[in-house]
């Protein structure tokens, strides 16, 4: 009995081994890719995500999320109504690779490549990977979020409902989840109003035109912008590519950060905003200006006409002198980081250089630098032509500095 017991237990696990190599037998249709990615059934799920996107059909998205899954069918919901909203325009969709391993209820997440614009704004679509996270659905695979792996931006419109609005010169979006979004949309689009003419004062020529968006939190925003958490915790805003990319050609819009910007008094809350559309006016966002050209213009022209004392625009600069002394050379890009200590000393100390260039020269002058530096002329050679160099400036510069601090 138990040499018969030992023969058959050999002949039965020299079937199981040829059934386990045989692999035409007994697997039934899905049985393997349903527990890994499925890039086919996930491209025609994009496909149809772009049909919804570009029907503004909330249901149609909705029907993209997985059953059952009311977070995920309100979050699709929301794009098609945030791209109706937006007028969104150029939408594409096409998926790329998975990134990492599946998770155990076999979701996992891809790098998509998306394009899209918002009509009346951006120039051309912007196009960036972002990452999206697939679930298998029955025979189909839905869309559970976009984003949240930290790998790629987020783009705002894809993170949920919107607070949005339009005007001939403004396209404001604020995430809706934050505490009277509608009323901060229209102070934001009230704001841009009042900076574009302080912006004409100085840039007669600039049609105004410009995207502003306002993610939840200031996490939200590294988030938008696949940046490092923490990187823009100490920052008003920023004008940036859209994409990540420094392409002359992708849509540049002002990134508020709220956790910043509602602890400002109106007079600075409306110079940051000046500020930024300064740099939407000379397309800085791709531009290779020294950064204490480019970040001091921009605050020489949202100050011009602020009837505050430099015992305040210049507060934190003042105080570095009197503590340091006068530096001896214009901030670098190291003052510039955003995470450096005396950041906003930096940001007066280029401010007071642009306003120093303007007393000495002219301000048409200093405009003539930043335009030829924003063309490429090194700054030497536009300050030469504008009848000064570095060294006469910083010597001007730093005998301002120290009477101020005196």
Known sequence: MAGLSLFTGLVVLAALLVWMRDDTHRVTP???????????????????????????????????????DAAAASLMGSVADNAGALDVVDFSARYVDETGAGADDGSWTAQVVLTWGFEGFDREPASAEVAVTFVPDGDAVAIRRFGGVGDGVEPLWLQGPLEVRRSRQALVMVAASRPGAGREAATYARRVARGARVVRRVLTDWKPSAVIEVP?????????LDAAEGTYAGIAAVTTTVDGSGSADAPVHVFVNPDVTRGLRGAGAQVVMSH???HVATDAATSAVDLWLLEGFADYVALRDVPLPLSTTAARAIDRVRRDGPPRQ??????????ATDLEA??????????????????RALLDVYTRA?????????????????????????????????
Request: with cysteine.
């Open 30 to 68: 899905g049985s393997i890719t349903a527990a890994g990615p499925r890039p086919g059934p996930a491209a025609s799920t994009l496909h149809l995500l772009e049909e919804a996107v570009e029907s503004h059909d909330p249901d149609a998205a909705r029907g993209l999320a997985p059953a059952g």
């Open 374 to 406: 924003s063309d490429g002329t090194p700054v030497e050679a536009a300050l030469r032509r504008s009848g000064t160099t570095v060294e006469v400036l910083v010597g001007q510069w730093r005998d301002r500095l120290a009477s101020l601090s005196s």
């Open 276 to 278: 930024e559309l300064v």
């Open 216 to 224: 939840a939190s200031a996490s939200a925003l590294d988030a938008t």
């Open 330 to 339: 214009l901030p670098g890009p190291a003052q510039f980081d955003t995470l």
């Open 346 to 363: 930096a940001y007066e100390l280029a401010w007071l250089a642009c306003a120093t260039l303007a007393d000495e020269v002219g301000e």
